[in-house]
Every structure is written in C-alpha cells, then in structure tokens.
C-alpha cells in the first residue's frame, strides 16, 4: 500500500476514542454483547498495527456479521425499531474498525461515526446530550485531521486544537443556519417505534401501576403560567378518564364504544378570567396530554374529546410544547345523557360483594348522594387505612380485601375502591388518572411535574354541580395533596428507594438542590427556545425583526447574514498565515540572493542553496569560488550542530560579509 494511503497512529487512536465515546450514552440500551465486540475490535485492530495479528478474511468477516446480526435479533426479537437500528450501526462501526486498512475505509468510518452520534437526539434532546454530542463531534473530527497528517506517528492534542479551533469558526454560520433557513417538513415521515415504551401513566389502570410510576424521578412535563400558580391542592393534571372495569382493572372508552352522538364535548359556560399556561411534555408515545379542570386550547394539532381531555392525534415521539387556558370552576355536563349515564355507573356482573352491600347500606343511611360521598371519605379519614407506596398484592375480588383485610394502598386503590362503592350505590361516577401537584421552580417560575407525581383521583356527577372531582387519597393523606409524595411517605422511606443517587432525595441541602433548579430552569430555556423552535416560532421571530417576510427577502436576508459571518472568517484565516520570522542569518542569505539576481542569476522557488549556488556558478564562472564558499559557509552556519564554536561562528559570519561586499562591486555580464 502507498504509504500516502496508510492510517497515521495519530489518527487511528483518536479513532478508536471515538469509538468509546460514541457507544457510551447508548450502554443502558445496548446488549452487554455488543460492548464486548468494542473491546475486541479496539485489541483487533491495535495488535494490526503493531502487526502481531493479520486483518480478518472474508470468511471471518461473514461469519462476524452473521453473528451480529443474529445477536441483534436474538436480544430485541426483531431487526425492525429504534433500538435495534441504533445497536446495528454501532456494531457495524465497531466492525468497520477491524478491517480499517486504508484512507477509504477511515472516511466511510469517521462519516458513519457522524451519523451515529446523532442517533443519540432520537431518544434525547436534553442539554447534557448536546455537550457530549459536541464532544464527539470534536474527536471525530479530530481523527479525521490526524488522517490528514500522515508524518504524525505520535499521539498529540495538536490534531484536537485544529479540529476545535475549526469548529469554533462553524459556529456561527451554525447559528444563522438555525435561526434563518426555513425549516421544510420531511418530504415523508416513518413514525419511530422503540423498543423499550417511556415511562408514563398507562391508559389502562389496575392497583400497583401509579404506585410503581412513583418510583421514577423523570420529568413528566413543566408548566408555565401567566401570573400566580395556583396553589398546590388545585393542580390536577387531567390525562385520563377512566369509564370501563374489566377483569379487575380500569381502561378509557374505545372510539367504537362511545355514541355517535356522544362523540364531541358538550358545550361548557365559562365566566372569570382563565387560567393562561403553556406545557412542555417530554414523550410519551401516547396521544393524551395534561391540562388543568376544562381545558381549551386554541393551537392546531391539539384536540378535545368529549371528556374534555386534550389530546393529540398523533403519537408524541419528540418533546411537545402546547398552550392551554383552563376555567377550574366551569360547571362540565350539567345534565347527564342517558347513555352517558348507564356507563358511569356500570360494573361488572359479580365481584367484590361486601364492597357493594357496603355501599348499599352507607347510601341507604345518608339523606343525598352528597352526604353519602362525604359518610364514605369520613370513612377513609376515621377508619385505619394507610397510604403506603408499598401496597400488598390483591388477588380476586381486590376491593373487598383492599376495604375489608389489608386496608392499605396507594392512591389507584382508594379512587378504585372510591369510584365502585359511587357507582354500587348508583352514583355516576369515573377515575381519573394524571398528575396531581408539582415543583414550583423559584428560579423561573415554572412548574416541574415528575413522573412520581403521578395519582388517580375520582369525578362523580352530582345534579345541577355536574362533574364534580373527589380525590379519597385526600382523606387519608392530605400531606399528599398539600405537600407532595415525599412528605406522605416519608415515615417509611420509600420515596424513590429504587434511585439512590437521584438529586431529588437531597432537597435538603441547599446548594445541591440550588445547583439542580438552576439547571432545571436552563433545560426549560433551551427546551423552549431550542427544541420547540418550530417553523412558527422562526416565522415570528423573523417578523420581530425584519418585518413582513417573503421568499426574495428572506433569501437576501439568509445570504448577507451568511457572508457576514463567512466573510471575517475567511478575512482571519488569511491574516493568521504564519509568517516566521527571519534570522539574522536568513537575512544575510537573502541579501546575498538578491546581489546574484541583480547579476542576472534569480533563484527558483523552492531551490535549495546548493543546487542554486552550482547554477550561478555556471553563470557566472568568474564568481564560482566566491559563491561556493559563500554558500558552504552559509549551510555550516545555517545546519551546524551545537558543537561549533561561538569563535569559529564569529569567524563564519565575518568571512560571508566580506564576500558579499566583493560581490557588491561585481557587474553584469554582457
């Protein structure tokens, strides 16, 4: 192989750093297989270059790729999905860097690496991900200037200062990128199924789910209000309306399952002023989105069902920013259908007897429908139930040893058994799952909801009150509604057991807790600004500043502001040229180079003095002795080792000088 074409040390160790890198934000959704393929490939291809080991044949390499493909299949089930996909590319980088023997195979190796390390914004967009994104970026491009200097056979940072150096100068063309070129949807678009689900409340309940989404610290979602949050107790997050009891767990109303006629929201009289906000929420894969008591939002892509829930029609892959107004006090199906009715108080044939003669009797002694809620929450309040994250298991007719035996649970198991002791007692009435409270962030002002805030409460309808909500986990621990989770379990300490390490189980010291809001309300700013600067947003944007927008004007906008930016670029890097400065020694040599030139004798480019010195010569025979010496004397000076003296260098000097002023008095010749 030319040696042009062969793969410098440098440059093969910053590959193999990129390889580490870009697999490792990646590890908790790969197999463990596939990191010890890395290790291989990075052992495989160091001993090829110490040349202890050969590169592998065709046959060995078939037999690899068959092997990780069938690894891949073996650990997911399928070849299809994201994190399939992913595990097969870095596999095939991995690969890739056994057999790197040349120039090509680093390019097609560095581009895939490239490619990789944007696969990472597929399952996060969050600001620690971009830094290390930048990260890697950085190193890849520093293997790919280390291909670049083939006379590097040592491992040096000077590689990494010129790729960062070169990515510093693309930052801001980067930047006018964002903000100016317009963004044009996907000419098509494949949705991105993943393997593993998000966590998030289920549209399915039973007792244990919401108590196990408790155990997780990630962020549901973060609301902003115009003007004062409301307190606490009142931010129920309505995701979910629960309507159906099936083989003991509660499910939302199919499509199919509900009236034509039933199909839209009935109309809602709204009066005072609405609560303003917008919400960030992190993906879900799901359609339903989270939102105050009577909900409207007036932005597209955001719907309503008749549960007056907003939703989506779309599954959320990617971070969605919506805005909202909600009336917490608007009065929701004053009059109840008839179908609407028979499904709100429907239960299953059977099950759980005790609880519905309870029922029956608590109904039969109490003068309305609601003194009889009330006898049932005093029940709650008075009797020895527990709220506890570490609810027991219950096996058939779950309510009757949820009410009658363990009489501890988590907030699913008081709205179950709550919601069928309404409808036993034939009170209409649903579940309703979401999130209940937050953490006001004192830093912006946001609301930050965690997946741990997420609860079940219930609604019942009342004649001429409509949908009123009751949440029986207030009546055994209202420190829940008041203060939060961790307040209502802290006797036993099982808030986020599962996540020792978790930043939220060190609220009490202040600077770490300080340290994590701030970066809390960062995430907030770059998630708005950022990842939710959609075409909309620029258009806006632009608008503020350059006023009505059309094609022509948003072009010359887009090319001035990219010379502006590539123009001082450009003007550094000609001004940066290095120009060494000249030795005393230099500018004697020079001297003597322009005294032949005046004689007629210019040097070429690029001409060594000794070659030059032999071609005057020629030209100049009269001169020959004078200019060899002077030449000899100028090459001892300029390639003499330490060992000359400094007399004998004084000597040197003043020798040359007085053969430049001979050669001072030469002429032309004709």
Not at 319 to 327: D, F, I, P, T, V
Not at 388 to 396: I, K, N, V
């Amino acid at each position: 192989m030319n040696a042009q074409q062969q793969i410098p040390r440098n440059a093969l160790v910053w590959m193999i750093i990129s390889l580490f890198t870009l697999a490792a934000p990646h590890v908790t959704r790969l197999p463990v297989w596939v990191l010890a393929v890395y290790g291989v490939a990075a052992l495989w291809r160091s001993m090829v270059y110490r040349g202890r080991w050969s590169f592998p044949g065709r046959l060995v390499k078939l037999a690899l790729i068959l092997c990780a493909c069938g690894g891949i299949y073996a650990s997911y089930g399928n070849m299809l999905g994201l994190e399939p996909t992913v595990a097969l590319l870095l596999t095939a980088f991995a690969l890739k860097l056994i057999e790197l023997a040349g120039r090509k195979d680093a390019y097609v190796l560095l581009f895939l690496g490239y490619f990789i390390c944007i696969t990472e914004f597929l399952f996060s967009q969050d600001l620690l991900i971009v830094l290390y994104s930048v990260l890697n970026t950085t190193l890849i491009t520093t293997a790919l200037v280390a291909l670049h200097q083939p006379d590097q056979h040592r491992f040096n940072h000077g590689s990494l200062r010129l790729a960062a150096v070169m990515l510093a100068q693309a930052f801001p063309l980067m930047l006018v990128l964002f903000f100016l070129f317009p963004r044009i949807g996907p000419l098509w678009s494949v949705p991105i199924k993943r393997h593993t689900a998000k966590t998030g409340v289920s549209d399915v309940m039973q007792p244990g789910d919401i108590s196990h989404l408790s155990q997780s610290d990630e962020v549901a979602f973060r609301a902003q209000f115009q003007g004062e949050i409301p307190p606490r107790s009142q931010l129920y997050w309505r995701g979910l309306v629960f309507s159906r009891l099936a083989d003991g767990a509660w499910r939302r109303l199919r499509n199919y399952e509900v009236a034509p006629n039933e199909r839209r929201p009935a109309p809602v009289t709204t009066g005072g002023e609405p609560l303003r906000y917008s919400v960030i929420l992190n993906p879900t894969q799901q359609h339903w989105l989270y939102s105050l008591r009577y909900a409207e939002s007036g932005q597209a892509g955001v719907m309503a069902t008749a549960d007056y829930l907003l939703y989506s029609p779309v599954e959320l892959e990617d971070q969605y920013r919506y805005h909202a107004r909600s009336w917490p006090d608007a009065v929701l199906e004053p009059e109840l259908s008839d179908w609407r009715r028979r499904t709100e108080l429907q239960l299953p044939k059977g099950g759980n007897p005790r609880t519905r003669q309870l029922a029956l009797d608590m109904r039969a002694a109490s003068a309305s429908a609601a003194a009889f809620v009330g006898a049932v929450l005093a029940m709650f309040t008075h009797q020895p139930f527990v709220y506890t994250l570490q609810p027991p298991r219950l096996g058939t007719d779950p309510m009757d040893r949820f009410l009658f035996q363990t009489r501890r649970g988590f907030c699913e198991h008081y709205a179950y058994a709550f919601v069928v002791m309404m409808r036993a007692a034939g009170v209409p009435a649903r579940v309703v799952a979401g999130y209940q409270g937050g953490e006001v962030n004192p830093v912006n002002r946001t609301v930050i909801v965690h997946q741990f805030d997420a609860h079940a409460w219930a609604e019942i309808w009342l004649r001429g009150r409509g949908w009123v909500r009751v949440d029986p986990t207030a009546a055994v621990a209202p420190e829940r509604i008041e203060l939060g989770l961790e307040q209502a379990v802290a006797t036993e300490g099982s808030f986020l057991a599962d996540s020792p390490l978790s930043p939220l189980r060190y609220r009490g010291i202040s600077w770490l807790n300080s340290l994590r809001l701030r970066y809390d309300a960062l995430t907030y700013q770059w998630q708005s600004w950022v990842v939710g600067f959609n075409s909309e947003r620029q258009y806006r944007v632009l608008q503020k500043l350059f006023g009505q927008l059309d094609a022509s004007k948003l072009m010359l906008i887009l090319l001035g502001s990219g010379a502006l930016v590539l123009v001082p670029v450009a003007g550094s890097l000609l001004a940066r040229r290095r120009v060494h400065p000249l030795s005393p020694l230099d500018h004697t040599y020079l001297t003597f180079c322009d005294r032949l030139s005046r004689l007629g004798v210019v040097r070429n480019p690029g001409e060594g003095p000794a070659a030059f010195a032999e071609r005057a010569a020629q030209a100049l025979p009269h001169w020959a002795p004078l200019l060899q010496r002077l030449t000899g004397i100028y090459c001892e000076l300029a390639y003499a080792d330490a060992n000359l003296s400094p007399t004998r260098s004084t000597q040197l000097k003043r020798e040359f000088k007085r053969g430049l002023r001979r050669l001072k008095r030469a002429r032309r010749p004709r």
